[in-house]
């Protein structure tokens, strides 16, 4: 079983910051990569940012030079510095991890959602 965090969602006003966290924890042996996804209403969930085990990143467009993706390897755990905010970043916020369970099997990775976190920007 695996087990997914999110925390650091919230209400902010056009301008400000907020920083996301994802924690990672069960049944894995070695995390391949991790990344935001954001779905608005009435929208498709879309990549925000993704970092893979190695530290290579990338952005969606919309958000580069205002988001940043970074991880803790020691601890699991991924976050997203997202700075200058717009309305149009509201959105439901969803981790995607990607994992190997098994070291003797390490061609077999998995994806795993977490709940989401809600992010609202008011203008």
């Known amino acids: 079983q695996v087990q997914l965090v999110e925390s650091g969602g919230g209400l902010v006003q056009a301008g400000g910051s907020l920083r996301l966290s994802c924690a990672a924890s069960?049944?894995?042996?070695?995390?391949?990569?991790m990344g935001w996804y954001r779905q608005a209403p009435g929208k498709q969930r879309e990549l925000v940012a993704r970092?893979?085990?190695?530290?290579?990143?990338n952005y969606a467009t919309s958000v580069k030079g205002r988001f940043t993706i970074s991880r803790d390897n020691a601890k699991n755990t991924m976050y997203l510095q997202m700075n200058s905010l717009q309305p149009e970043d509201t959105a439901v916020y969803y981790c995607?991890?990607?994992?190997?369970?098994?070291?003797?099997?390490?061609?077999?990775?998995?994806?795993?959602w977490g709940q989401g976190t809600q992010v609202t920007v008011s203008s």
């Open positions: 970092i893979t085990k190695g530290g290579t990143t």
């Open positions: 995607l991890l990607n994992y190997i369970s098994d070291p003797y099997a390490p061609d077999d990775d998995y994806n795993y």
């Open positions: 069960g049944s894995i042996f070695s995390i391949n990569a």
